[in-house]
């Protein structure tokens, strides 16, 4: 096969790929992202406020979980001296 007359087989449309963006860019919901953005209630990024007592919990579940995972993983060394004084 001559590379030099070969055409690829899906053709890439500069202006159908610019009127798709167009349209998307005139969307009524991107309006609506915008006008929310000006009202100062869009930013997606911040955090909600956790309350006091959640937060406390979540660190207790963060390190009970842990704890857990520590001793799930230690029990291979355990089990040695665990097993070693059966008969």
């Not at 937060?55 to 665990?82: D, T």
Request: charged share 35%; hydrophobic share 35%.
């Amino acid at each position: 096969m001559n590379w030099a007359f070969h055409e690829s087989q899906v053709r890439f449309d500069v202006r159908a790929e610019r009127e798709e963006y167009e349209r998307l860019f005139k969307h009524p919901a991107r309006e609506l992202q915008d006008r929310i953005v000006r009202c100062g209630g869009g930013d997606r990024t911040r955090r909600h406020a956790v309350p006091e007592w959640e937060r406390i919990f979540q660190a207790k579940v963060v390190a009970r979980r842990l704890l857990h995972q520590a001793r799930v993983l230690g029990w291979g060394n355990e089990k040695r001296y665990y097993f070693a004084q059966k008969s």
